[in-house]
């Protein structure tokens, strides 16, 4: 398996799926837009709304996971990654992800209490690819 290859995978995705735990302790998978930032396969950063169902679920659990896959003729490549997911409110990390598209959704602008960042650092992976599985730590 190969690391390098994994972290090119996820860069190419447009679509990341993101999984957090309800009050009742079950899973909950969201579709989601890539990540705006990624540092190797440990950090990924996220935009989304404050008031989201997801942000109070990370708040009161931060027990999350992460996963990409890609499709292609035959072959199917998935790569999930589980660890913990934050949510951060601070200017600086607002502004790092920042784009300037993003007013669409946050009227308000990069200083809309209803924009925050969600910071998923991993701690260990599965890589999916030709019928095998292997375990990884990050």
Known sequence: MDLNAIQKLIKKQKVSFICSVDENGCPNVKAMLKPRKINGLKEFYFSTN????????????????????????????????????????DQETKNMIW????????????????????????????????????????
Do not use: H, W
Not at 54 to 79: D, E, M
Not at 105 to 129: E, H, I, M, N, W
């Open 50 to 89: 404050t008031s989201s169902l997801r942000v109070k679920q990370f708040l009161n659990n931060p027990n999350a996971s992460i996963y990409f896959y890609r499709k292609g003729l035959i072959k199917y490549t998935g790569v999930m990654l589980v660890g913990k997911m934050e949510v951060l409110t």
């Open 99 to 138: 784009r300037k598209g993003d007013t669409m959704f946050y009227k308000k602008g990069v200083t809309d209490p209803d924009y925050c960042v969600l910071r998923f650092t991993a701690q260990s992976g599965r890589y999916y690819c030709d019928l095998k599985t292997e375990s990884f730590e990050v």
